[in-house]
Nanobody, 121 residues
Framework: QVQLVESGGGLVQAGGSLKLSCSVS????????IGWYRQSPGKQRDLVAY???????VYADSVKGRFTISRDSAKKTTYLQMDSLTPDDTAVYFC???????????????WGQGTQVTVSS
């Protein structure tokens, strides 16, 4: 069974950095793309960064120049390096992946459980 597990969240002061990881476990044929989303209380879940299978990246305007998405295909792990953090970045961060599991006919979407990022002022 395919699972996504995030890690790396925590408490950091404004101006600091954190690096989130999203690991894909289970038997898979391929990963089409992985994105990082975030959700604050009372707000919708928004895209932060996305990396497709062709290494094309998309970033939300609010994080451009501060966040970097990358992956280690051999480890089936995607990272989100977050620099120059501000209190506005405080949220639960989720990874989402379009994965082709072994034994399935095509891609399926999966979500991780989320990891809390809190930036203090």
């Amino acid at each position: 069974q395919v699972q996504l597990v995030e890690s790396g969240g925590g408490l950091v002061q404004a101006g600091g950095s954190l690096k989130l990881s999203c690991s894909v476990s289970g038997s898979i044929v391929s990963i089409n793309g992985i994105g990082w989303y975030r959700q604050s209380p009372g707000k919708q879940r928004d895209l932060v960064a996305y990396l497709n299978s062709g290494s094309r990246t998309v970033y939300a305007d609010s994080v451009k120049g501060r966040f970097t998405i990358s992956r280690d295909s051999a480890k089936k792990t995607t990272y989100l390096q977050m620099d120059s953090l501000t209190p506005d970045d405080t949220a639960v961060y989720f990874c989402q992946a379009d994965v082709w599991p072994v034994g399935e006919r095509g891609l399926r979407g999966y979500w991780g459980q989320g990891t809390q990022v809190t930036v203090s002022s």
